[in-house]
């Protein structure tokens, strides 16, 4: 008998052999219905795999990334056993779940092209054969036999795969008349891949090299139930409609141009307008928390790099040195803020009564990303960070981490993203040699994010040997409206950089010290941010944020006059106001304005004119009615300052 | 005869061979002693040099640039001698007038080293040599002689000078016992130069070039007068005080370090707000103006600068491309802002009502500079331009100009740049060829910047042949407290981009038409801007615009509590102030604060506390005083607001 002990801590004896689903079975039949894969001693098993030894095991449902994933997975099999049905002579490539659902690369031989159109033959194929509950197979054998397998089959693709696999024992799993070289896990059976949809097909470079043949990959998503598949495909149609680059474009927010070059976003007027009033709002934000702007250049001497350890791990594959006409210098792009602002620290002795220093810079970077990874503003090669690095003494780190967290709150609530997961990364313990700085500091600093997070009331999970080699760290995701998760405001605390320019500081004891950074950004960088808030609010931005927060529409040329009496009267009251003076009928002029995301539309015409009033209309609600000019402007300038306190409060 | 037009037009005979001198004599004799040099049909002679035709010409006095490097050239010839007298067989490099004195090149010989401490001897001997009175002689000859003579003296450096001038006749001039190649013009005789002083010696590459010897450079200074001399050295002196570069460390402006790389400023708290503020204060006036703001990336593909056509002209002396690890693809560092803004404009199609589109970037550019070259701000390798390009049709050419002087009015206001020298720079009329877009264009412009200067009361120097070949411009000169000049503001006409990047609108006619653009940027940029600022007001900044505008100094703990009440007070109130709680004497932090040239210092001790006052002073004069809290405070703002009242009006 083996002792299995589950996440609530209870344990219970096994035959040894037993699986899963076993386990599943014995604790409740609904459980073993849901259950898609199951995690032994921190690996994650299929459910049919025996476990052989005493373990700790978690059953994994869909609601769990590792349940998820083996769904996933199995249906790319699926999807592949389809593909060899209906093209045969096909060759893979490799075919894993990715974030939302899973993709095939495959090579369907000369002269045979896949499109978007034959997508749903595969899927009627794929269906056949889920219904025939083809149960996975898992099976061992040495890299000798896997290599001979393949090389037999003629499959270039996976020869190349195997060969570049550590010897040792390989695993392949059979379904069906289907047989792939994976590392799992794998649902029981494919019955369980009940709702399914190809989404697309593009192009891929064997193994994301463009020297490599351009593979055809074939993304899909799947459910255990229809209901969620039409959910999710519902929420992907929403997604289009949302998506910032159409509404970045729609709204003239921003713009890219193949001349200057990809991935390189130029901010149009309405967007930087945007992007500057959400950095004013940040700055003082930080200038109430002690913050100190700086500025530096988009360039430093490669030997800056060197000295911070990021040319070592970067420098390769990144935007390659500027050398100078003469004197043989040599420049890197900034990939990132804090090598200049390490310098700055230096530029004069500190003392312990100077600490903490909050260094904050909108500091503009490059990197390096291949074209075809490039995506609208939330990849791309040129980015502006709201960074600021907080250099400080172990002794202030909690407090400066709960003031750090207290910003983020600003943001959020001013941003309306009201769910949010928290979680912090901390060391292996079992692995402590691997991380920089002493053992006090990290359970120091450790400690220190603990308790901040449990005052500030968040409930954070906690992540073991998820930290950074130089430091713990603390992560904020956030679910924007279709429910869809992103990577928003990490605190990262930094052992590493203050060793490497040797930072240091005068204590009171008169000795000198190093101090501890904490790199953080809230908003990661304005370009993702705008890109998150756009597709978070269809580009229906709050009032206080929003590039134009009254358009003006005369009904015809005769009220042109009181049209622009409106406008100035809104303009010297600080409410940023435009006026449709085309020769279009009102109906056209509400209509063009709606799309624009204009929050309040006033539609003015001789009535109007004649007794001081505008016709009111909110973006999105229509019609409210006629209001007095004076009115109008009180109750708005009303609504944007309420606004602007509640978000400060 | 010869007939002589006098800048009076009147007309004058005089027998051929005539001098400068003899005609000067002619009209008045105190004239003849002030003239230094004469321009003759635009080419400047010597006064002694013989007139042989008809001519216009022009007495050159020491008011006049023509007139003063006459003075300057020989003072640098008579130094030359006295080298040759002091150090036999020193070898001579090049010996020019500059922007405020001269310098000469030399070779000392091996072994022999001129330091600051040889000067005085060096001034001894050329006082005993300007005694002799000696006149310069010029004498011509061909460029084969010229060689030989060289050569035949050993002068390596003068053969090399030689070898690179056109073949044809070479002048040369003797003084004394010296003679040099020299294209002239000089003073009659060296007794002209009464009062020198010889300022500093530096190492300077032969040609520029850091492959070459390192030659001795020693730069001095000239006058007509002793008090004139006086007057300048203490200049001199005062300017050194006022050095940005020592104030801007002084005051915690902006650093550099070796590291991130030289002539790239890092912009320190202090640095960056004031910054800051004058980019809020113009923006806030350009808004006004209708400018909308654009961001855009710091690099360009190289085909962007290709297409604008400055990597023909800039590429090779710039910061080399930057390429990327995959892809083949090329970038520079953008050296400027036309390019993106262009293609800003071609995003989407305009049409004449669109215009004018006036588009404004803070936009951070590189251009490459030799290290030695570089100069605090006033000569970096990155600096941020208050750039922006207006694209307006022909007949809004002359508005545009209009509004763009406004705004550089505004500024001076702002900033009390009291005296300014405006020049308009047009077509060379005799060589219309040389210059792009349409002779109907040409006349329209410049008939629009001379009547826009002479309604805005300008009194505007017209230099014909200083266009650019893409456009007629206006320049503004101020002069600072020091009486030195410095190039802000210019406002360029511009023909050739919207050629090159074909930019269109769409006339009244349904035609497709090519729009103007204009460049404009009253600080320049804001690097070179601020230093000017620095120098101009020694670091006492306007109070709307310095980053302290008051300190509290507590002169003892027991009022700390009250000290922090009135920073409080002040802080809520939005007047920027700070409090110094150091455990010094009030002495030493009235002299500190004093350095800070912080406007205002409020004293505060028991009595203050007791009675709710501060002890009023005033940065540069001293006491002012005690005041009621609520009264300064009321004071401070009212000051505050009223400066930024004025400087909008």
């Known amino acids: 008998m083996i002792r299995i002990t589950l996440p609530d801590n209870s344990v219970r004896e096994y035959p040894e052999g037993v699986t899963g689903l076993d386990i599943a079975k014995s604790l409740s039949n609904s459980l073993a219905k849901e259950v898609l894969s199951v995690t032994v001693n921190g690996e994650v098993y299929d459910l049919t795999r025996s476990i052989n030894e ?43 779940s990715i974030d939302n659902g899973f993709y095939y690369d495959v090579d369907p031989g000369e002269g045979v092209t896949i499109t978007d159109s034959d997508l749903p033959a595969i899927e009627n194929k794929m269906k056949e054969l889920a219904q025939q509950q083809n149960t996975f197979v898992r099976k061992v054998m ?31 799993y059979t379904h069906g008349n289907f047989t792939d070289l994976c590392r799992g896990p794998h649902l029981p059976h494919t019955g369980y891949i009940k709702a399914f949809k190809l989404l697309s097909v593009a192009g891929a470079y064997w193994k994301g090299d463009e020297r490599n043949k351009q593979l055809t990959r074939i993304y899909g998503v799947s459910f255990p139930k229809q209901k969620m598949l039409d959910e999710h495909l519902a929420m992907l149609e929403e997604a289009k409609k949302r998506d910032h680059r159409k509404i970045g474009r729609d709204l003239e927010l921003f713009t890219f141009s193949h001349v200057v070059g990809s991935g390189l976003p130029m901010w149009l007027p309405k967007g930087a307008q945007l992007r500057e009033r959400l950095e004013e709002f940040l700055k003082k934000v930080q200038r109430e928390h002690g913050y100190e702007q700086v500025i530096t250049p988009h360039i430093g001497q490669k030997e800056l790099y060197v000295t911070s350890g990021h040319y070592a791990k970067y420098g390769e594959a990144s935007f390659r040195p500027i050398s100078t006409p003469a004197e043989g210098e040599e420049f890197l792009l900034k990939p ?11 530029f004069k002795p500190r003392s312990y009564k100077d600490l903490p220093v909050r260094m904050a810079e909108f500091g503009t970077v490059y990197r390096y990303e291949q074209s075809g990874e490039l995506h609208g503003l939330t990849r791309a090669r040129g980015f502006t960070q709201d960074d600021a690095h907080i250099f400080c003494r172990p002794d202030q780190l909690k407090e400066e981490f709960t003031k750090v967290i207290d910003i983020i709150f600003v943001i959020f609530k001013a941003l309306d993203f009201k769910d949010f997961i928290v979680q912090i990364s901390l060391r292996d313990p079992h692995d402590k040699e691997k991380y920089i700085g002493s053992d006090e500091n990290w359970e120091k600093s450790e400690k220190a994010i603990i308790e901040a997070t449990r005052e500030k009331g968040l409930e954070a999970s906690i992540e073991y040997g998820e930290a950074a080699f130089y430091g713990p760290k603390l992560d904020f995701m956030v679910k924007d409206a279709l429910g869809r998760k992103w990577q928003l405001g990490t605190i990262q605390v930094d052992y590493n950089l203050p060793e490497r320019f040797d ?37 229906k931005f709050p009032l206080w944020l929003t590039p134009e927060q009254v358009v003006i529409l005369p009904i015809s040329e005769k009220v042109h006059n009181y049209a622009e009496k409106v406008l100035n009267l809104l303009k010297n009251c600080d409410i940023r106001a435009l006026i449709d003076l085309r020769n279009e009928k009102i109906g056209r002029k509400i209509r063009d304005s709606e799309l624009k995301r204009i929050p309040y539309l006033l539609v003015v015409g001789e009535k109007e004119a004649e007794n001081s009033t505008v016709s009111v209309r909110k973006q999105g609600e229509g019609d409210k009615g006629s209001m007095n000019l004076q009115d109008f402007v009180k109750f708005a300038k009303q609504e944007i300052e309420k606004q602007l306190e509640d978000i400060s409060k």
């Open 54 to 96: 005493d373990a700790e095991i978690i059953l994994n449902k869909w609601d769990s990334e590792d349940g998820m994933h083996a769904f996933w997975h199995s249906s790319a099999h699926l999807m592949a056993e389809a593909l060899e049905a209906l093209y045969p002579g096909i060759k893979l490539g490799i075919g894993p």
């Open 336 to 346: 990132m803020n804090c090598p200049h602002h390490c310098e700055i620290y230096k």
């Open 142 to 172: 040495p890299k000798k036999e896997a290599l001979e397998h393949y090389t037999r089959k003629g499959d270039q693709y996976k020869v190349e795969l195997l060969n570049d696999l550590e010897d040792g024992t390989i695993s392949f």
């Open 503 to 539: 930072l240091e500081y005068t204590g009171s004891d008169n000795q000198k010290h190093r101090p501890i950074m904490i790199h953080r950004a809230p908003f990661g960088s304005m370009e993702r941010f705008v890109a998150v808030l756009i597709e978070h609010t269809a580009g």
